[in-house]
């Protein structure tokens, strides 16, 4: 009878300890846990930042969706040709090179299937793409991330718009985008003052942090 009790207050002993383990380590799971939501990451092993910590980093690049309309002309094909067409003082192409880039990349045509003694159409237009670097500073008494730096550059792309008549007697038409997710570079980047100095960007934010200022903002474009 001894040995049956013995056993048993073996077994609730046991039973006890891995609870005691367990809610520990629960414990000790959710503290981690939640020292890792204040940076709006679930990270176990969160690790953090001596303050006044810079962060600089470049941020996706945005736009509006619009196009503005820069130069166009109409008539005969062969009329307009040569004509050359422009974007402000950064691009410059003639009508005829824009309707065999539009003819070349939209319908695999050549200039061939082009018949010049009919009307045709070109239209420049620019779009443009914001992107921005930013620099934020980590708090380490409420370990938080906060931006101290925006710089933004503003890059312009070139879009090209043609109708023209083909030689199976079909009109066709048809815009092309040069952006730099296909390849193609912008036309001309409206940059902000210190976009490219690190060293500057790091030296204001840590200054904006430890002074209590606020948000230094720098633009190409204003």
């Given at each position: 009878m001894k040995k049956i009790i013995s056993m048993v207050v073996i077994f609730m002993m046991l039973i006890n300890?891995?609870?005691?383990?367990g809610m520990e380590n629960e414990t000790l799971f959710s503290k981690n846990n939640e020292i890792s939501l204040l940076n709006g990451i679930?990270?176990?092993?969160?690790v953090d930042y001596p303050d006044g910590t810079v962060d600089i980093q470049i941020e996706p690049p945005i736009?509006?969706?619009n196009t503005i309309p820069d130069d166009s002309r109409s008539g005969t094909a062969s009329a307009i040709w040569d004509i050359g067409l422009?974007?402000?003082?950064?691009?410059?192409?003639?009508?005829?090179?824009?309707?065999?880039d539009v003819a070349t990349m939209a319908f695999n045509l050549t200039e061939t299937h082009i018949n010049k003694n009919k009307g045709a159409s070109v239209h420049l237009y620019h779009s443009y793409t914001y992107r921005n670097k930013v620099a934020k500073v980590y708090n380490k008494s409420t370990r938080t991330w906060k931006t101290y730096v925006i710089e933004g550059n503003r890059e312009w792309y070139r879009h090209e718009f043609a109708?023209?008549?083909?030689?199976?007697?079909?009109?066709?038409?048809?815009?092309?985008?040069?952006?730099a997710d296909k390849g193609y570079p912008p036309i001309h980047v409206d940059v902000a003052p210190h976009y490219y100095d690190d060293n500057w960007i790091r030296d204001m934010a840590q200054y904006n942090y430890y002074f209590n200022r606020g948000?230094?903002?720098?633009y190409g474009w204003r």
């Open positions: 300890l891995g609870f005691a383990f679930v990270n176990p092993d969160y736009t509006d969706g422009r974007i402000g003082s950064y691009f410059f192409r003639t009508a005829g090179n824009i309707i065999l109708s023209f008549a083909q030689t199976n007697g079909y009109a066709a038409t048809a815009s092309v985008d040069f952006t948000v230094t903002e720098e």
